[in-house]
Nanobody, 122 residues
Framework: QVQLVESGGGLVQAGGSLRLSCAASGSFFSIDAMGWYRQAPGKERELVAFMTSYGSTNYTDSVKGRFTISRDNAKNTVYLQMNSLKPEDTAVYYC????????????????WGQGTQVTVSS
């Protein structure tokens, strides 16, 4: 069974920075896209950024120029560097993997981490 373990959330003042990490553990052969979503109180979960296994990236408009997604395929880890944070970035951030190929040759889809809280004070 594949698990995603997130770290790096916390409380920061507006204009500050945080770096989130998400490591995939378990027995698997390969990982497709890895990404980050967030959910603020009273709002729907939204995509923040994702990166394919080939390095292509996509960001939601509100974080472009401030957030950077990266991944270390050797460590099965995806990162989200968040700079120039704003109070509206406050949310629970979730790591997501769209699909994993297991060592048995089957696929597991839409895997989520437990979430990490990011709070930006004004």
């Amino acid at each position: 069974q594949v698990q995603l373990v997130e770290s790096g959330g916390g409380l920061v003042q507006a204009g500050g920075s945080l770096r989130l990490s998400c490591a995939a553990s378990g027995s698997f052969f390969s990982i497709d896209a890895m990404g980050w979503y967030r959910q603020a109180p009273g709002k729907e979960r939204e995509l923040v950024a994702f990166m394919t296994s080939y390095g292509s990236t996509n960001y939601t408009d509100s974080v472009k120029g401030r957030f950077t997604i990266s991944r270390d395929n050797a460590k099965n880890t995806v990162y989200l560097q968040m700079n120039s944070l704003k109070p509206e970035d406050t949310a629970v951030y979730y790591c997501n993997v769209d699909r994993i190929k297991t060592v048995a040759g089957s696929y597991e889809s839409d895997i989520w981490g437990q979430g990490t809280q990011v709070t930006v004070s004004s």
